[in-house]
């Protein structure tokens, strides 16, 4: 029985990886629907990518919400000079052939939640997470049917990447990251310490490359171009490929190393910091497992060997 999901992305070059993964993977995933939301690239850009997406793989049947254009709180944080002003790198998709839902992404979490049996549903964020924050304050009764919440997020032991002690989607909304957190549901957050375990190196670029197909080829051209900007950085590892992480842990969770911990979202001071307190200090309960290692030979297999079905 294929599990329900919820993907709530900001597409996004890595985004899009996890969105074909999750796509080419229907016997494990049901994908109830795509919310988007405000992040790499304005809210509008990230819709027209996943619509796209959609109409490149023939699934419109796939509804798609339009979220949030700005965090609950602090402004707007984009990181286009990253995944370029599309969003897409240098990789274009079809123009869509269908429109995002009227609903808003916020409305459709709450009405999809409300419906749903106990435990039920699994959200994968792989973005900020304005939509779901503003739905647990504004429905807290929708948490009771969320079986697990997998989100593709924080730093611990190595750093941030936007500032010295942040990663991206947390820093981007912390106040929705810090309601998310103390949410009481099942969260496993995958954060920089595993993602930047898993690099497009120049062996892992050819096997793309040589596939030889439709979706490899575009998926080479998106990651192209984000290893071309974070040349300097990262030289022949590559750029870390973050979001497809969330789906390749529910194909394959034994592929990951978790342990659990309770982790805070810090939304003055360090902004979008994630305080990750893997000793469980004073009366601190775990409310995460937080993974930070993962076997990246064997996760680029499996990714690959699912997108080239589609
Ligand atoms: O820090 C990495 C995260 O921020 C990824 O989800 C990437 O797509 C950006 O949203
Ligand atoms: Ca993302």
Not at 161 to 175: R, S
Request: charge should be negative; glycine fraction near 8%; aromatic fraction near 4%.
């Amino acid at each position: 029985m294929a599990r329900p999901i919820i993907i709530d992305c900001d597409p996004g070059v890595d985004d899009c990886f996890a969105l074909l993964t999750a796509l080419a993977s229907p016997e494990e995933l049901e994908i109830k629907g795509i919310c988007t939301v405000a992040g790499n690239v304005p809210v509008e850009t990230c819709t027209k990518n996943a619509l796209g997406l959609l109409t490149f793989t023939g699934r419109t049947d796939i509804p798609v919400y339009q979220g949030c254009p700005r965090p609950i709180q602090e402004a707007p944080v984009f990181a286009s000079h990253i995944h370029g002003e599309t969003g897409l790198g240098a990789a274009r998709l079809p123009e869509p052939v269908v429109d995002a839902r009227p609903e808003h992404a916020v409305a459709f979490l709450i009405d999809t939640l409300r419906s749903a049996s106990p435990a039920s549903i699994t959200l994968v964020p792989t973005g900020p997470l304005t939509n779901l924050g503003l739905a647990l304050v504004e429905a807290p009764d929708i948490a009771e049917a969320i079986a697990e919440i997998v989100i593709m997020g924080g730093a611990f032991e190595t750093g941030g990447n936007i500032t010295e002690t942040a990663e991206f989607n947390m820093y981007a909304d912390p106040h929705a990251a810090d309601i998310v957190m103390s949410c009481g549901r099942p969260i496993t957050l995958i954060g920089l310490d595993a993602t930047l375990k898993f690099r497009c190196t120049v062996e892992r670029m050819k096997m793309l490359s040589d596939a030889r197909h439709k979706t490899t080829d575009l998926i080479s051209e998106m990651i192209g171009h984000v290893n071309d900007i974070y040349g300097e950085i990262y030289g022949e590892d590559g750029a870390a490929m973050h979001d497809p992480c969330t789906i390749g842990y529910l194909l394959a969770p034994h592929l990951f190393e978790a342990r659990t911990a309770h982790v805070r979202v810090e939304t003055e001071g360090r902004r979008g910091h994630t305080a990750v307190d893997v000793h469980l200090l004073g009366d601190a309960k775990p409310n995460v497992n937080w993974v930070d290692g993962l076997d990246a030979p064997r996760l680029f297999e499996l990714l690959l060997s699912r997108i080239t079905r589609l």
